[in-house]
Structures are given as structure tokens and as C-alpha cells.
């Protein structure tokens, strides 16, 4: 039975080429992986191999010609002594289309994943609930504590964990609580250990991996992204990476550039990826439970000045925060302002200015950044008609910029005035007292931006 | 070649010989189907081809036993077969198809099976070996003796998180079991203008870790050398690294003109050290089997691989649902147990 050769494509994106030169003539015996032709691609000259035995029939298209299409028949193979004078005349293979899978409903999705159900407005704890002070570093090591207590297959793994008890001390105790098989010190080794701990995840452990700061997962963040948060969809649902990638964020005080970086809104773009950024105490407990019974991957964006601040937390049993859900840590009329983790500390004091001055402002606290509470979001803002943005990272495709955007997508009709977004200063961060202070946000500047779109 | 060849005469029953014939034969006409699905335009983007490097996964899973896990980069074809996956899912994978492993959604670089435990199948060079070693970690914590296979190139060797890894590995006892497939060239870069020192297996000894060359071309070699290293990591000695000497036959991807070495090269890998040649020869002057055994066998497989290749034709594209799917678990896909 002849068999017809075809024109192959030779790149992803090759439609024709030129048939440089036969290598067989007609009559000659190939066998698999015998160079028939030599095929020139937009971008080289190929060969083209033999995949079945036979005998070359009749060449079908000229060597020289130009233009031939992919898929075109240019030759009959067939066995030997067989008559292929009976050959089909050279025609281009009838193209196979694939079945298409037809939708049941439109797949195509808005540009944005806006949730329009109404917000969750049940307390983060009932009424009534015993509250302690603790630190946000208190919290955390509470909530890894908690959580190794009720998971044996939970381990912390990162720099200075164990015996150092923590370069920033959230894992003060740890050590000692859990042993050296779940709290375990590497080497300075960030894109190794990372990558490490996401294998460990595939196989089936729940590694918390402590970064000292945000700034060192640069080295890693290809396994963050391409090895952690891409698995799941890559493997259509076989395997994933159940983690938590967690250390300080952002901006702490006068250690220079390299080290004083807001991450938020690179990891925030990255589906696959949940990113939390807490501001308090009770948000660094509850969140960090929640991130680590998580099944995916996790980023928990903490902040280094915000580790030594006091908070209530309830005293309870079992005490999480779900994800995607803002809180209103001051309700108002005039303004919303959404912020998070330090962000939030200028946000509330502004509010506290703008009360003295006779300005309502609403304050919400994200949590979590992926997935965001849209929906607390826009109810404020169809309240109070305008929207301010502040966050500690730089301008360009911040948080702050994807809030505007959303809100002006789906509550344009209700806004008095153009959202504004401040941001950390287009700069990298200089080391100087002086012009670090002005390379972050102000307080000052969240009260002038208030004032601007409330036209005061 | 420096491989070592086998210490002494190969004790092999017929059974197992054409064991490994079969399932080297089943890559290569697999590779070959691949490579002509890609030509008609039925597989898209990249497509790496295994031809000439058959010995390699087919010696190593010799010495595996259930529960030991393997993972490599984007040359993964035939890691899958190997381990016992199924050609037609993979086929369909190839095809983007919604009877692929990954349910169109990977591609020919990216298929996993968790109940084979073959854990992808990576796109960044070297990133599969870290990878590797937390999977080794894993079974460690939970107090197991599987051991894993972390497959990576001539080329990844030269990235530094193996490096970082073998440290790690080393200080940590990870059963891991760190093999180099040493086909000579990372993309068109031949060994000799990438590498400062050819000897790739004593890369770990910095470290500690032992090492060991083996002629990738004799599956017999391989196996035995395979064999050794799972012995070291199931012992609980730490890791072992192997470095397999082999050749790949096409070019880096479909679309590679290989202008960067000779035809004659190839072809004198090809009739000289041809992996499966080797094992027929064995079968056929051993008198294990006839031509005509063989000639059945071949056929057998060209079947398995057409029906492959016929099921990743007529499986339908995924349905534009899944685009949305798989993004986030509810439930841990993986077991923990």
C-alpha cells in the first residue's frame, strides 16, 4: 500500500518552503531515518528523514520549487514491488481540523474576574471574644506553631530558621518546639532551597519557606513562578505546590536599594499564585493559618517595621481569616481609601486628620491581594463617590493602578472625581534619612490626595 | 567515548533482553511517529525528539520499583513510555489534546502522571533538578526508601543551582539519584566549547557525592550502573551521581538544522552504537530470537504507536472551559501518602 509523503513543517511557525534538493531518486530503496530531501525553512536549510521503509515512488514535486505548501504530497512511498504507477496526482492533504470541544455557555470571560456577589460582612471573630495584645512577630510564630502542632507534614525551611531563632525572630522557639526535621536551616542558597521545597510539595509535604527578606526570592522567584504556581494548570490538575512562601517585604529603614523593595504587585499579576499582605496582628495570625492549610501556593507578604507592633487578637481555639475578604477598619461617607499591610498605617492616620477636618474618610484593609475583595471595594466607592489608593511599591502597574482600573470599569457612573493612586516614588531607594522619607509614602500626601478628590 | 563498558560478561535472560528491546524500539518509533505528526502540522510549538538516547531511561527504570519517582526537563518523551505511561495519552498531549496527560493544557514539555509518579517534564533548564531533590526530601521525611531520579543534560550542568542543590543533597542525605544525559551537545553547542572540564560525573565530588561514567548506548551497562546507585540511596548513603554517555540523533528540536556537527558523526553513532542494534544483535547471536520474533515485535510496537497516533487525531480539543480550570486546588491533587 503506497503512502504519501508530505511537505512537513519544519518550525512552529513554517506554512511553506522550498524543496532544495532530492537526496533518493525514484526506484531507491529507504529505510527509517535516510535523508530524503534537504527542505529549506524560512530561517535554515533541513533534512528531511525517512520514518517508514519502502520504496520511493514517483517524486512529485520538482527540486527548486519554491512555495510548496505544508502538507503537500511531494512524493509515494510503498513497498517493494509494488506498482505506484496508479499514484494520485499531487494535491495538498486534505487538513484535518480537530474536533472542536464546543462551550456550553460563552467561556470567554470579562477582562476582569469581578466577583459581584454582595461582600461578606460577618466579623472576623464573634462579639463578646477575650482579646490579648500581641506583636505581629507573636502572631506569626503563633499561627507556624498552631499549624505544625496540627500537620505533622508542615516544616519550616529557610536562613537562620533553627538555631538563630529567625534573622527577624518569627521563628524564635521553633527549633526547640519541633526539632531539626521540621525546622530546618539551609545554606545561603535561595534559588536551591526554594526549589527544593517545591519538589517537596509535589511530594505531597506543606513546606513554609522563610525568605529573610522578599528581596533575596528574586533568586528563586523562577521557581516561585514557573515551578510553584504553574504545576497545576501545566499537569491539568495532577499536582501542585501546597506552600507557603513567606519574610518581610518592602521597605524597612535606611538599608538602600537592594534591599528595600515592594513585591506586591509582581507576585499579584501571577495566576496560580495567592498573595497575602496583612497589616495587623489578628490578620497575621488568622492569614497565616489559612495560607498554610492552603492547597496552593501561597505568598505572605510581611513587613519588617510592622513586626514589633501591638494588636488585639482573639483567644480562640482555632482563629482564621478567609481570603478575598477586605475589612472596613473605619467606616465613612466622603472617601474610600484602600490600603494594606504598612500601607494602611498612613491610611489610618490620614483618615485621623481628615475626621479634624470635617472628611469622612471610609478605610479598607485588602488582606489579601490575590484574590481581592472587589466587592467591598466597589460598595465603598458607590457610597462615598471617590477612591483613593496608597501602597509603599512603586507607581508603574501597582496595586493601586489595577484598583483604578477596575473601579472605573464597573463603577464608573458612581465617581465624583478621578481615583489617585499614591505610591511609593519612581525611584530606586536612596540610603540618605532625608530622601528615603520622601521616596515613601506620607501621610501628608494621602490627606492631599483625599482633598483633591473630594475638591476640598 | 570514555564510558566504561560493562565490568564483566552480561548475565541476561532472553525474557529481559527483549524486555528492553521492546521497550527502546517502543521510544524510538514513538519519536519518529512524533516527529512526522510535527511535520504535518498535528503537534505544535516544540517538540524535542529522544531518537539515539533510548538506553538511557530504559536501563535506569530497569533498577526502579514502585513508589521511586523520576522527573526531567523538556526532552520527556521517553522518561514517559519508560515508566509505563500510556503512549496514546501522551500522544494526545503532543497533539493538544483533551486526552493528554495534562489535558491539552501542557504540551509536549510539561506532562505529569502522579500514579506514575513522573513529576514533569520542565521547560527551565536545571529547574527540575532542585525540583528533584525536594521529591527525594519528601520521601526522606516520611521515612520511606524510594529513591528519585533527577534527569538533566550536558548542557543543564553548567546552570548553578545544580550546584547549590548538590550541596544541599549532600549535607542532607537526599535519595537522589542525580542523572547526567550526556548526549554531547546543549542545544548546537558541542561539550568541548561548554564545558571547562569533560568528566561531568566528577562534578559532585566537590561536595561528596560519588560519581560514575557509563556507556549510555548499552542498556546492560546502564541497568548495572543504575542498579549500584539506587543500591547507595536506598541504603540511606545520600545521593549518586551518574553520568550517562549517549547521542541524540536529531537535531536540539524539530526545527534545529544540527549545522553545528557533521552528518558523518551521526552516522557513524547510528551504525556503530546504536542502542537498539546492540540489543538485537545480542538477541538474534544469543539465539534468544529469530528475525522473525523480531520482525513480529516490530510490528506490534508500530501498531501501539499508530493507534497512539490515531487517538491523538481523533481526540477533541479541550473544551474552552478548561482554559478557566486548574488554576487553583481545592482539594491536594497529589497524594500524601
Known amino acids: 500500500m503506497a503512502t504519501e509523503l508530505l511537505m512537513p513543517a519544519l518550525s512552529p511557525t513554517m506554512e511553506e518552503g522550498t524543496l532544495a534538493k532530492w537526496l533518493v531518486k525514484e526506484g531507491d530503496i529507504v529505510k527509517s531515518g535516510d535523508i530524503i530531501a534537504e527542505i529549506e525553512t524560512d530561517k535554515a536549510t533541513m533534512e528531511f528523514e525517512a520514518v517508514d521503509e519502502g520504496v520511493i515512488g514517483k517524486l512529485l514535486v520538482a527540486e527548486g520549487t519554491e512555495g510548496v505548501k505544508v502538507n503537500a504530497v511531494i512524493a509515494m512511498i510503498g513497498e517493494e514491488g509494488e506498482d505506484m504507477s496508479a499514484a494520485p496526482a499531487p494535491a495538498a492533504a486534505a487538513e484535518e481540523a480537530p474536533k472542536v470541544n464546543a462551550p456550553a455557555a460563552p467561556a470567554v470571560a470579562t477582562t476582569t474576574a469581578v466577583a459581584f456577589t454582595p461582600s461578606d460582612k460577618t466579623p472576623d471573630w464573634p462579639a463578646g471574644t477575650e482579646m490579648k495584645s500581641m506583636t505581629v512577630r507573636e502572631a506569626l510564630n503563633e499561627a507556624m506553631a498552631e499549624e505544625m502542632t496540627r500537620d505533622e507534614n508542615v516544616f519550616l525551611i529557610g536562613e537562620e530558621v533553627g538555631e538563630y531563632q529567625g534573622a527577624y525572630k518569627i521563628s524564635q522557639g521553633l527549633l526547640d518546639k519541633f526539632g531539626e526535621k521540621r525546622v530546618i536551616d539551609t545554606p545561603i542558597t535561595e534559588h536551591g532551597f526554594t526549589g527544593i521545597a517545591v519538589g517537596a510539595a509535589f511530594g505531597g509535604l506543606r513546606p513554609i519557606v522563610e525568605f529573610m527578606t522578599f528581596n533575596f526570592a528574586m533568586q528563586a522567584i523562577d521557581h516561585i513562578i514557573n515551578s510553584a504556581a504553574k504545576t497545576l494548570y501545566m499537569s491539568g490538575g495532577q499536582m501542585g505546590a501546597p506552600m507557603v512562601f513567606r519574610g518581610p517585604n518592602g521597605a524597612a529603614a535606611r538599608v538602600g536599594a537592594q534591599h528595600s523593595q515592594d513585591y506586591s504587585a509582581w507576585y499579584a499579576m501571577v495566576p496560580g499564585l495567592k498573595v497575602v499582605s496583612p497589616y495587623s496582628a489578628a490578620d497575621a495570625k488568622g492569614l497565616m493559618k489559612t495560607a498554610i492549610r492552603d492547597n496552593n501556593p501561597i505568598i505572605f507578604l510581611e513587613n519588617e517595621i510592622m513586626y514589633g507592633r501591638s494588636f488585639d487578637v482573639p483567644v480562640m481555639d482555632d482563629f482564621t481569616i478567609p481570603f478575598g475578604k477586605a475589612k472596613i477598619e473605619v467606616e465613612g461617607t466622603d472617601v474610600t481609601i484602600v490600603s494594606f499591610s504598612i500601607g494602611m498605617t498612613y491610611a489610618l492616620e490620614a483618615a485621623e486628620k481628615l475626621a479634624a477636618e470635617g472628611i469622612s474618610a471610609e478605610v479598607i484593609n485588602l488582606r489579601t491581594i490575590r484574590p481581592i475583595d472587589y466587592a467591598t471595594i466597589l460598595e465603598s466607592v458607590k457610597k462615598t463617590n471617590r477612591c483613593v489608593t496608597v501602597e509603599e511599591g512603586w507607581p508603574v502597574g501597582s496595586i493601586g493602578n489595577h484598583l483604578g482600573a477596575t473601579i472605573m470599569q464597573e463603577a464608573f457612573d458612581y465617581l465624583d472625581a478621578p481615583v489617585i493612586n499614591c505610591t511609593g516614588k519612581d525611584v530606586p531607594m536612596p540610603y540618605a534619612a532625608n530622601l528615603e522619607k520622601h521616596a515613601l509614602i506620607t501621610t501628608d500626601e494621602v490627606v492631599a490626595a483625599v482633598k483633591k478628590v473630594t475638591y476640598r | ?337
Open chain 2, 1 to 337: 567515548m570514555a564510558a566504561k563498558k560493562t565490568s564483566k560478561k552480561p548475565n541476561v535472560s532472553a525474557e529481559e533482553l527483549l524486555g528492553y528491546y521492546r521497550e527502546m524500539l517502543l521510544i524510538r518509533r514513538f519519536e519518529e511517529k512524533a516527529g512526522q505528526l510535527y511535520g504535518m502540522g498535528l503537534i505544535g510549538g516544540f517538540c524535542h525528539l529522544y531518537i539515539g538516547q533510548e538506553a538511557v531511561v530504559v536501563g535506569l527504570e530497569a533498577a526502579t520499583k514502585e513508589g521511586d519517582k523520576r522527573i526531567t526537563s523538556y526532552r520527556d518523551h521517553g522518561h514517559m513510555l519508560a515508566c509505563g505511561m500510556d503512549p496514546k495519552g501522551v500522544m494526545a498531549e503532543l497533539t493538544g489534546r483533551e486526552g493528554g496527560y495534562s489535558g491539552g493544557k501542557g504540551g509536549s514539555m510539561h506532562m505529569f502522571s502522579a500514579e506514575k509518579h513522573f513529576y514533569g517534564g520542565h521547560g527551565i533548564v536545571a529547574a527540575q533538578v532542585p525540583l528533584g531533590a525536594g521529591l527525594a526530601f519528601s520521601d526522606k521525611y516520611k521515612g520511606n526508601d524510594n529513591v528519585t531520579f533527577a534527569y538533566f543534560g550536558d548542557g543543564a550542568a553548567n546552570q548553578g543551582q545544580i550546584y547549590e542543590t548538590f550541596n544541599m543533597a549532600a549535607l542532607w542525605d537526599l535519595p537522589v539519584i542525580f542523572v547526567i544525559e550526556n548526549n554531547q551537545y546543549a542545544m548546537g553547542t558541542s561539550q568541548a566549547r561548554s564545558t571547562s572540564t569533560p568528566d561531568l560525573y566528577t562534578r559532585g565530588e566537590a561536595f561528596g557525592i560519588k560519581g560514575e561514567i557509563v556507556d549510555g548506548m548499552n542498556v546492560l551497562a546502564v541497568k548495572e550502573a543504575s542498579e549500584k546507585a539506587v543500591a547507595h540511596c536506598r541504603a540511606g548513603k545520600g545521593p549518586y551521581v551518574l553520568e550517562v554517555k549517549t547521542y541524540r540523533y536529531r537535531g536540539h528540536s524539530m526545527s534545529d538544522p544540527a549545522k553545528y556537527r557533521t552528518r558523518e558523526e551521526v552516522q557513524k553513532m547510528r551504525e556503530e552504537r546504536d542502542p537498539i542494534e546492540q540489543v538485537r544483535s545480542m538477541l538474534l547471536t544469543g539465539k534468544h530470537a529469530t528475525e522473525d520474533d523480531l520482525k513480529a515485535i516490530d510490528k506490534d510496537i508500530k501498531a501501539t504507536v499508530n493507534e497512539s497516533a490515531e487517538f491523538a487525531k481523533e481526540s477533541p480539543e479541550p473544551h474552552l472551559d478548561e482554559l478557566w480550570t486548574d488554576i487553583y486546588a481545592e482539594t491536594l491533587p497529589q497524594e500524601t501518602a
